[in-house]
């Protein structure tokens, strides 16, 4: 059978957040440049879900979402 893409998210608490990665539920996870600006609306503390994919094997986001 088919392998299946290596995704991850985790939704949550972000627990750390700098300009290059960001923690939630235990899951971190590389910001790249095309998310930097959506992703530096957010804080620690805030609740968000991420999604993140392996890109050439660094665990990269690919998506988040906030629960404001």
Do not use: Q, Y
């Given at each position: 059978?088919?392998?299946?893409?290596?995704s991850s998210q985790a939704?949550?608490?972000?627990?750390?957040?700098?300009?290059?990665?960001?923690?939630?539920?235990?899951?971190?996870?590389?910001?790249?440049?095309?998310?930097?600006?959506?992703?530096?609306?957010?804080?620690?503390?805030?609740?968000?879900?991420?999604?993140?994919?392996?890109?050439?094997?660094?665990?990269?986001?690919?998506?988040?979402?906030?629960?404001?």
């Open positions: 059978h088919d392998a299946l893409p290596i939704r949550g608490i972000i627990s750390a957040l700098s300009s290059t990665s960001i923690t939630v539920g235990g899951l971190t996870c590389a910001i790249p440049s095309t998310l930097a600006a959506k992703a530096s609306t957010f804080k620690v503390g805030d609740r968000a879900e991420i999604k993140c994919s392996l890109v050439s094997s660094v665990n990269t986001l690919v998506r988040i979402d906030g629960k404001k």
